[in-house]
């Protein structure tokens, strides 16, 4: 073909009318359809359908998994302890330097804590006092008595009193070193206390070294001494066991003049005996402590105040809750029984479930609390059920909890 001569159009079949008889027959192909058409042919066709069907499906199942179960809204218990005084007293302060603050953790038995005990030092000094008149007194009776009848009846009189003053001296010993021990115990529990918020604040705080030598060496001293007294208050009592026995071999002993002499000693020994079990008592009311893990949420008193027997001193929140608590109404038409099994779920969009059971079911139908209705102005009531709170379960005291409740004992 030369270069200027216009392009021939391609080759045509002749488009003779049909049925002329010099059109030959060709065969036409069938144009494939795309796949993008097919899909949005079976979109638009098939597809609702499925998902209709499916949707259809799935709220059946659900349905039959929640027709055997009544959601009903619980809550974990939250506990609240007041730690008061049990005696009259003044607050001081545990260590140097440390106050308790608000929302702060204490671990269960730890010191919150501490009364000043000046008073009861002084209470063991008037003892002390007491029991040295009680001694003297004792002393010059006996002195007394080394004077009076020589005679062999009188002597073997005499014998057995000097045993009986003998023993009663013996146990105005044990006293004495009851109330040295007391004294000591008072002494050991504050430098105790002093020891330990020393010792938990020297990572934090500006406290040296050389004052956590001395609270220890001073601790260890008290101890020593304590350990030394209650040797000796043994030795005392073991001495005192066998003065008794002593007089007891005597075979004459009925001496109803002697015994007479000894009443009154011996009812202010009896007076001498319950005033140290009266501090005993009001040593162990010196320490206040938590009664069990939590976190302070109130604090009413500060050192340095001078507080009556019974009044707050902090508010203690515990950190877990011991179980859950629901009510069933009525209308739900359940019988709840002891083991039954229930889920737990928090409030809210998360996919964190637990199992449990139930723990106990309450005797009466009780109102529901106003933070458990499902409107707040209309007034129900329920069956109060108790579930176990297991370690597994990470809700918080106080906070609100789905509750499924199987049909298994439906009425």
């Excluded at 359809?33 to 597809?47: A, D, H, Y």
């Excluded at 499925?50 to 027709?67: E, K, T, Y």
């Excluded at 409030?347 to 529901?368: C, F, K, M, Y």
Aim: proline share 7%; charged share 25%; with cysteine.
């Amino acid at each position: 073909m030369s270069e200027g001569a216009s392009p021939q159009p391609p080759h045509l079949p002749d488009q003779s009318p049909v049925g002329s008889a010099s059109a030959p027959s060709v065969p036409v192909g069938r144009i494939p359809i795309p796949w993008s058409v097919r899909w949005r042919r079976f979109c638009q066709r098939f597809l609702p359908a499925l998902v209709f069907a499916n949707g259809l499906l799935l709220a059946g199942w659900l349905w039959r998994d929640q027709a055997h179960a009544v959601q009903i809204v619980g809550e974990v218990e939250a506990t609240r302890h007041v730690v008061s005084s049990a005696t009259n007293g003044r607050l001081i302060e545990i260590a140097p330097g440390h106050r308790w603050t608000l929302y702060e953790e204490v671990a269960a038995g730890e010191l919150i804590a501490r009364l000043d005990d000046r008073s009861l030092l002084l209470q063991i000094e008037t003892l002390r006092a007491d029991l040295a008149r009680l001694q003297a007194e004792g002393a010059a009776e006996e002195a007394k008595l080394a004077f009076q009848q020589t005679d062999l009846a009188q002597e073997h009189e005499r014998e057995v009193t000097r045993l009986l003053w003998q023993h009663q001296r013996r146990k105005l010993l044990v006293l004495d070193r009851k109330v040295a021990l007391e004294f000591d115990r008072v002494a050991e529990q504050r430098l105790q206390a002093i020891a330990e918020r020393v010792e938990k604040l020297l990572p934090g705080r500006n406290t040296s070294q050389l004052e956590v030598i001395i609270a220890q060496k001073d601790r260890e001293q008290i101890t020593e001494r304590i350990a030394a007294n209650r040797a000796a208050l043994v030795e005392e009592e073991r001495q005192v066991a066998d003065a008794w026995q002593r007089l007891n071999e005597n075979p004459a002993l009925k001496l109803p003049s002697v015994e007479l002499l000894l009443a009154p000693h011996q009812a202010a020994l009896r007076v001498q005996e319950a005033c140290i079990a009266e501090l005993q008592a009001g040593i162990t009311q010196l320490e206040l402590r938590a009664p069990y893990a939590g976190t302070i949420v109130s604090i009413t008193a500060e050192p340095g105040q001078a507080i009556r027997a019974g009044d707050p001193v902090v508010t203690i929140a515990a950190n877990k809750g011991r179980y859950v608590v629901a009510f069933v109404r009525p209308h739900e038409r359940l019988h709840p029984q002891v083991r039954d099994l229930v889920e737990l779920r928090p409030q809210g969009l998360t996919a964190s479930r637990w199992n449990s059971e139930v723990e106990d079911v309450g005797p009466q139908i009780e109102p529901i609390p106003a933070h458990l209705l499902r409107d707040p102005r209309v007034v129900e009531w329920g069956l109060p059920i108790r579930i176990a709170m297991r370690d597994q379960i990470s809700a918080r005291p106080g906070e609100l909890l789905n509750v499924s409740l199987k049909r298994s004992s439906q009425r």
